[in-house]
């Protein structure tokens, strides 16, 4: 129903998302012509899909025997020329990580820079709020990410553009699922911890019959805050059924996931200097850190988020495949949310007191994917070959009212006045693209492989603003190209090096453009990235351990600057540049010790922009910062781990008033390992330092939590 609306004026285009779907209602037919036909034949990696990359080592060993995030097909990580990182939701669940944000802590080269209404991360300094994906889908709507149906994170740094489209250029993030199978294990989990937390989860899989499975995750998890005032209770239910025989397979998920909370934006900086009326340099806050300044048992987010998702894959001959996805996402998300808007008051001035602003907000927003995509092997050349096919709508209806002043130590968050709300914000956007791209994994000789692919997009954006009547459209076009290459110099030591290239359209970030803008901001070009990357990729000790040690430039080339003359008139002539260097280290020391380890240099700055901005450091990264986790894990019996992770000095604005310092975190697990269950105390922050974790802006800083327990126990069936 929704590829019907795609506003696309070229009729062949039109044409394209039936036809995409016709493939996806006829496949199905061919797999169950080819059950029990296919159930001896061996399964290439060239056919499998990216959602059937599956981890097959020992779950104390944090590495990914495959990756598909980097090609879109099954991938050894030592033969990919872009570092990657692949995160397992079942080490850092137990430590309490129940969001993207909690998963990607101490991952080098990710600053979380995450509202509390939706996820949002710099890689390699860039910001990232579009470039996250479901299992290889955009998944890009204004919501917190829960983990309860998610395998592992895969992290792809550098542009990828050339898979996946549009993006900042930093990187991309991608959830992999839980998938049904024959051999796939059932889990019950209950969880206990500080501040009230209670939740259970259930990860039930059964085998159906000789070529079908089907899984079934649920749980529901309440817990609440050393912050006053703050909970949340997050559910979700998500089914899904799989057949498989020989090479062929399709697989169905739907996912329902609702989280209810108590919005949290922190405590505001403290302005301590003025100018002309104006601060001019900000302290940490003043607040306790358990402070909350929003509106006290009347503030409330509530996400739905739900989805359908279709991937099928068909072997054509013994080297050609055929895989089709199709994904419907919808997201409705509601609040009523007061909170700090400039951490001083301006009329009249006092440093004393900040000023907030109530905002209620209904925000619906839908997309529908389509994928297909032909792989194969024509000699020494791995082929991949893709039509992309994406419309969405985003629905943004805002009401807001001025709120009372409050003071910045003590705010009084009962009293927080009755006056009505007023429409601020009535708009409309739809969003299509249009996307072909090709890739070519080629075998140069016994020790080299080169990567190489490149990719068209056609992104068209139409926005309506209902409050006045106005309504804009635009189109971009754009080329991403990537090209690495891959030598064995000894064995198990893989040096590469790759360049590529990403862009960033007007309008699709957050979906949509200003229809009544001022100036030329709906008229620019993409603004594009290049990154070139260097580094070694090594297996040690009889492959039991792996490291990456990687040097990478990136630059966004032509950042928007503001005409010093004409105000909304911008120039493309800016430059943003960041360099750095990472080394992950992960794998098997010695029996039973594991180690997850991460550590990354960097240097991101303003090269090229207005007088003021030039030189200053990008806000929300550090220069250093990174993790080392140091665990012994046997098969049965006792386990622990012990890790900490470090977040380098970072500015909470892109004026540099306001530096958060650095920190240090210690965490620790133990726990007791049988045949069929496990039961784990994990405590983090154990020297219950006072740090802040990060910032928004200078008004909302977000304090570290203390120190907390999680006690966690798990049957396996």
Known sequence: ????????????????????????????????????????????????????????????????????TATRSAADPMEVPQSIQSVSVEQVSVYGARTLAGALLGVPGISSISDTRFDAFRIRG??????????????????????????????????????????????????????????????????????????????????????????????????????????????YFAPALKWESGRDSWLLQAEYDEYERVPDRGIPGRAIATANGEPTAYALPSAGHEQFFGAAGRDVIRDIHMSLRSTLTRALSQDWTL??????????????????????????LDLDRVQRTRYQQNLQQRSVQNNLELLGQLGAHDLLLGVEHSWQKREPRLWSVAAPAVSAVTPENTRNGDDPTTPFQMNYHKASNLGLYVQDKITLAAHWKMLAGLRWDRFEVDSRNRRNGVRSERTAHALSPRIGV????????????????????????????????????????????????????????????????????LELFNRNVADPVRPGFFEQSGLERNRGIELSVEGELAAPWFVRAGWAI????????????????????????????????????????????????????????????????????????????????????????????????????????????????????
């Open 1 to 68: 129903m929704f590829l019907m609306q795609s506003p696309i004026p070229c009729a062949c285009v039109r044409r394209l998302p039936a036809t995409l779907c016709l493939a996806f209602l006829a496949l199905p037919a061919y797999a169950a012509e080819r059950d029990g036909g296919n159930e001896g034949e061996p399964s290439g990696e060239s056919s499998l899909p990216v959602v059937e990359v599956r981890d097959q080592r020992r779950s104390p060993d944090p590495r990914a025997r495959r990756v598909g």
């Open 126 to 235: 860039f910001s990232s709020a579009n470039d996250l994906l479901l299992d290889g889908m955009r998944d890009d709507p204004q919501y917190v990410r829960g983990l309860g149906n998610i395998e592992r994170v895969e992290v792809l740094r550098g542009p990828a553009s050339v898979l996946y489209g549009r993006g900042s250029g930093g990187g991309v993030i991608n959830r992999i699922s839980k998938q049904p199978g024959q051999d796939v294990a059932s889990q019950a989990t209950l969880s206990l911890g500080s501040a009230g937390l209670l939740g259970a989860a259930l990860d039930w899989n059964r085998p159906l019959a000789p070529h079908w499975a089907l899984r079934i995750n649920t749980g529901r998890e309440h817990a609440g805050s050393f912050r006053d005032t703050v909970n949340g209770t997050r559910q």
């Open 323 to 348: 895989r089709h996805a199709l994904a419907l996402m919808d997201l409705n998300s509601n609040f009523d949310n007061t909170f700090v808007t400039q951490a001083y008051q301006s009329a009249p």
């Open 486 to 553: 891959v030598w064995e110099a000894l064995p198990g030591q893989h040096a590469y090096l790759s360049w590529s290239k990403n862009f960033a359209p007007v309008g699709g970030d957050v979906i949509g453009i200003t229809p009544d803008a001022r100036g030329n901001f709906n008229d620019l070009k993409p603004q594009f990235s290049r990154q070139v990357e260097a580094g070694i990729k090594s297996e040690w000790l009889d492959r039991r351990l792996s490291t990456t040690l990687a040097w990478f430039q």
């Open 602 to 717: 960097q240097s991101a700055k303003i090269v090229q922009a207005e007088p003021k901005f030039v030189g200053k450091r990008a806000s929300g990264v550090s220069g250093r910062g990174g993790s080392l986790f140091l665990s012994y894990a046997p098969t049965l019996g006792w386990f622990a781990e012990l890790g900490l992770t470090v977040e380098g000095a970072r500015y909470a604005d892109r004026d540099n008033l306001l530096e958060l310092p650095a920190y240090t975190r210690w965490d620790g697990k133990m726990g007791y390992r049988l045949d069929e269950a496990e039961f784990t105390l994990a405590v983090t922050n154990l020297a219950n330092r006072r740090y802040y974790e990060s910032a928004t802006g200078l008004s909302q800083v977000r304090p570290g939590a203390p120190r907390a327990l999680l006690l966690t126990a798990a049957y396996k069936f």
